[in-house]
Nanobody, 128 residues
Framework: QLQLVESGGGWVQPGGSLRLSCALT????????IGWFRQAPGQERKGLSS????????YYTDSVTGRFTISRDNAKNTVYLQMNNLNPEDTGVYYC?????????????????????WGQGTQVTVSA
């Protein structure tokens, strides 16, 4: 059974860094995309970044470009989100999700409905 488990969240001061991990188990697909999403209190879940197993292509939303980096370690079956220069607007629950659909090709990578499997989420709080 496919499962995703996030870790690495916590509290950090503005300007600080965190690295989130998304451990994948039970994967049997050849091509898939892993996306990172954030849900702030009272807001919809927002796509931040995605990486495709097909060609390693990465995608970022404008607000995190230059600050966040998505990467994968195939040997560990883990996808990471390195987050630098964090600000209070980055506060929220961070989820990783897997898609075997169009996000594999970069289409709709930021749309939650394109992802079939989700992790449980990890809280990130950025405050002074």
């Amino acid at each position: 059974q496919l499962q995703l488990v996030e870790s690495g969240g916590g509290w950090v001061q503005p300007g600080g860094s965190l690295r989130l991990s998304c451990a994948l188990t039970g994967f049997t697909r050849d091509n898939y995309a892993i996306g990172w999403f954030r849900q702030a209190p009272g807001q919809e879940r927002k796509g931040l970044s995605s990486i495709s197993s097909r060609d390693g292509a990465t995608y970022y939303t404008d607000s995190v470009t230059g600050r966040f980096t998505i990467s994968r370690d195939n040997a560990k079956n883990t996808v990471y989100l390195q987050m630098n220069n964090l600000n209070p607007e980055d506060t929220g629950v961070y989820y990783c999700a897997a898609s075997s659909g169009t996000p594999v090709y970069g289409l709709g990578w930021g749309e939650p409905l394109e992802y079939e499997t989700w992790g449980q989420g990890t809280q990130v709080t950025v405050s002074a």
